[in-house]
DNA sequence: CGTCGGTTTGACACCGGTCAAGTGACGTGG
DNA sequence: CCACGTCACTTGACCGGTGTCAAACCGACG
């Protein structure tokens, strides 16, 4: 069913006022937008690799990621979108990815055709900055992302993760940057890190020696300023200064 | 000194055009914007880390790179940009960015004001639209560098690499596929690709057995069908197909 | 002819991959 | 209510790719 207000609009609108301003016509605008709600199983690949799309995700319940297939089926995590967040904003001027969307937990996500963006971002130039400004969000992480794969070992990696997602979550008012549930497999985890789940295995159970709990799904980070020292995390990627 | 005309600026036109439609008025207003021409030596931080800048850097000539570094100062680099490449056009929606630029030769590179380009993208939207489809590329273009980091061993990521500059190249006019000069050294391959200058050395040796020659700066590829199956290499991403 | 940045090679150590076995939580069906 | 299958997590033993360190080589350039 097609469906205005869907409240996962508003948690889409809250992320970018986060770094784009926009007068309360554009949030109307945005707010008004049609969507369909899907609700997909876990594992299941929303968009597939190289496929071209008319529509963009909105992820509305649960988790979603973006992966890149080898031919012997190994997967690398290229991005995670949490409730709020859009897969596939890029998709606008740009419909055939390189990539494929998946979910990684039972998942609901919200339709939205492009032709009902591109009107927005036409008819309100702050609209498509704010479009634009989200794509440029994902490609900051993913940089810092592939220095995380590339340069550190992967308990360094696994606790930078952590403290992207703490302050990722906060934001997206889904829990606090030192506690929040994480549902992910610490097999999604090593897709995402580059390394096996055996060795997201042990550099958890090395993390939980010294710096985190890790139970019931959920995360606790004891000491914020130690574990960002071990991980080299500082938030300037993420972009959360307001640009617009 | 400003200067309109610049040759990069045609360079650049040409690279947009790849992907974007633009008419004459729109290709002559791009052709039409001012820059200043500055030289950099080797190894120069165009970009400062984190810094915040008012206008973007159209490679001229040599070659630029966008790096992440650690505090220990090992680098990784994020990106390549090519003579006729734009680094951080991203800068336009969001001046301050979380990583650097720096020269990998000597390199010449024109600045040109956020002031002007944003004129041009709003008083023509398929412009905007265009700068904004050119992030896109290098965002899925470093999506795949993730995926070679993370999931390949060092001579298939390489082998990748190759397979790309090869394209990027000829696409750009800069060479053919199979046959181009790549100035970059050793080490920043390395810094590249996640691995150490020595570990670089292995890997290209173990390419030029079977695959590669690489005498004078010069890659020639032997059989670009076997080279691409080692490197899983599928232009996909490169999104070359024309898309506005 | 000497210096310097970049390349090449070898010896050795270690992080992370691979393989295998076992545990525990949970949902399903008898 | 329990037996069973499934899925994720955990752990140990062993191996291989890559890092580290060190030395030599080489071409460009002053």
Not at 98 to 124: C, F, K
Request: glycine share 8%.
């Amino acid at each position: 069913m097609m469906q205005a207000n869907h409240p996962a609009l508003s948690r889409f609108l809250d992320r970018l006022l986060l770094r784009s301003k926009l007068n309360e016509e554009e949030q109307a605008a945005i707010l008004g937008l049609r969507g369909q709600a899907c609700n997909y199983p876990t594992h299941h690949d929303i968009v597939g690799q190289g496929e071209t799309v008319d529509q963009v995700c909105l992820v509305a319940d649960g988790m979603a990621a973006q992966f890149d297939q080898m031919r012997d089926g190994r997967r690398q995590i290229t991005a995670f979108f949490f409730v709020g967040e859009m897969c596939d904003l890029q998709s606008i001027p740009s419909p055939t990815a390189g990539w494929g969307i998946t979910s990684l937990t039972p998942t609901t996500v919200l339709h939205i055709a492009h032709a009902d963006l591109l009107d927005l971002a036409v008819r309100y130039p702050a609209i498509g900055m704010a479009f634009w400004r989200d794509t440029i969000v994902d490609a900051s992480i993913l940089a810092k992302w592939a220095s995380n794969i590339g340069r550190k070992d992967a308990r360094a990696g696994m606790a930078h993760l952590f403290c992207e997602f703490g302050v990722r979550m906060e934001n997206l008012g889904l829990g606090e940057r030192v506690c929040f549930r994480l549902l992910a497999t610490q097999e999604q985890l090593g897709e995402a890190l580059g390394v096996t789940p055996v060795h997201v295995n042990r550099s958890l159970k090395a993390l939980r020696q010294d710096y985190i709990s890790f139970e019931n799904r959920t995360v606790r980070i004891h000491d914020w300023g130690a574990f960002t020292a071990v991980a080299e995390f500082d938030p300037t990627y993420l972009l959360l200064k307001r640009q617009g």
